[in-house]
């Protein structure tokens, strides 16, 4: 059975007092709950992050990471140094990093052969840009985003990848994608992954939806088939609005 999963992305929010702040409450009030918890604070305060979850049930992630073993890469963090202090989860290929910081499929598929091979596991995300979506070509735009970045990949590694659709135009916007537009989605990555594995990989893979989940439209985004839980942005960074999307998984 595949994992249901709420995730909270803290992008480049939340100093070390403030990390440890939302940690405390997160984990004072955390629902008993049968999903996995994850929080991803920002690289500098990740040692602190473990440190701060060690008695409880949430998980702490990476935002990023490099692909390169060690070396010249000014500013970069590696593999390494993340599995060195205890994180063995990091978020590849957010819209962010391919929007910003030039991210290419290409990159990303380098980044996630660095992952498996140090055993970690990989948050992999992807989606649409509401042009693609408003020109029908949303499908396709995802279908190839999966090819180029996952899809070399041997069978087995999918056992140590969770999908996370992020329409583009939903992240941050206020705007979600409707349940049902989610579903259809989350629906044709399972057919496309079938197509190009098998169906068990298909069905084993959890896939998140991510894009302006809050409380009040948690529920119904979780309660669809193929939705096995959230990565969550600005809602992750409110104690009780992470809480509450936690209780409705
Ligand atoms: P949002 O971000 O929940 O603020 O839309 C989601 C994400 O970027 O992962």
């Known amino acids: 059975?595949?994992?249901?999963?709420?995730?909270?992305?803290?992008?480049?929010?939340?100093?070390?007092?403030?990390?440890?702040?939302?940690?405390?409450d997160l984990k004072n009030n955390l629902p008993s709950t049968t999903a996995e918890v994850?929080?991803?604070?920002?690289?500098?305060?990740?040692?602190?992050?473990t440190s701060a979850v060690k008695d409880s049930a949430i998980q702490v992630a990476a935002q990023n990471m490099h692909f390169a073993a060690n070396g010249a890469f000014t500013g970069e963090i590696s593999a390494d140094m993340l599995l060195n202090i205890g994180i063995d989860t990091v978020i590849i290929g957010h819209s962010e990093r391919r929007a910003y910081f030039g991210e290419t499929d290409e990159l990303l598929a380098k980044?996630?052969?660095?992952?498996?091979?140090?055993?970690?596991?990989?948050?992999f995300c992807f989606g649409e840009e509401l042009e693609d979506r408003k020109s029908g070509n949303h499908f396709k735009v995802v279908a190839s985003q999966?090819?180029?970045?996952?899809?070399?990949?041997?069978?087995?590694?999918?056992?140590?990848?969770?999908?996370?659709?992020?329409?583009?135009?939903?992240i941050g916007t206020g705007e979600t994608a409707s349940p049902e537009q989610a579903q259809e989605m989350?629906?044709?990555i399972r057919e496309t992954l079938?197509?190009?594995?098998?169906?068990?990989?298909a069905q084993?893979?959890?896939i998140l939806y991510g894009g302006s989940v809050k409380p009040g439209n948690a529920n119904e985004i979780f309660s669809k088939p193929d939705v096995d839980g959230g990565l969550i942005g600005g809602a992750s960074l409110v104690a009780d609005d992470f809480l509450a999307i936690v209780k409705a998984i």
């Open 1 to 24: 059975m595949r994992s249901k999963i709420v995730a909270g992305n803290w992008k480049m929010n939340n100093n070390q007092d403030e990390t440890e702040s939302l940690l405390t």
């Open 111 to 123: 980044k996630v052969a660095t992952a498996l091979d140090n055993n970690m596991r990989i948050i």
């Open 38 to 49: 994850i929080v991803a604070p920002t690289f500098v305060n990740l040692a602190q992050a």
């Open 186 to 188: 989350h629906a044709f």
């Open 146 to 170: 999966l090819k180029n970045g996952l899809f070399s990949l041997p069978a087995d590694a999918f056992k140590s990848i969770v999908l996370a659709y992020e329409p583009v135009w939903a």
């Open 194 to 201: 079938s197509e190009a594995y098998s169906s068990d990989i």
């Open 204 to 206: 084993e893979v959890s």
